[in-house]
């Protein structure tokens, strides 16, 4: 069973304030759309600098420029974008207190 992906009309919109990430995230998607993640060790064997903090996994685009931070269920392969951003954006947010906090910048 392929990816299911929730959450891209906050990918479209981070697009749109963001225009150099926009291959990177359609390249995402199309992957992540196609995989079948079982547990972390399949993300990070196709992502090497993807990070986990706690649910939530953590994804640098474009080299360190932005993040994308999601969750992903193993068991009903289903991805949530809950949120994406600067990376300054992002190092000033503390993803271990707020990790049910959605949105974008």
């Known amino acids: 069973m392929a ?8 990918l479209d919109e981070f697009c749109a304030k963001h ?4 291959s990177w995230v359609r390249s995402w998607l199309a992957e992540t759309k196609g995989a079948s993640w079982a547990a972390p060790q399949d ?6 600098s993807v990070s986990f903090v706690g649910p939530l996994v953590i994804f640098n685009v474009k080299g360190n420029d932005y993040r994308l931070v999601t969750q992903v269920a193993y068991r ?15 190092s000033g947010i503390n993803w271990e207190k707020v990790s049910n906090e959605s949105g974008s910048d």
């Open 76 to 90: 009903t392969q289903l991805v949530v974008v809950k949120w994406a951003g600067t990376h300054t954006a992002y």
């Open 3 to 10: 990816m299911r992906i929730v959450g891209v009309a906050r």
């Open 43 to 48: 993300i990070k064997q196709r992502f090497a």
């Open 19 to 22: 225009p150099p990430a926009r």
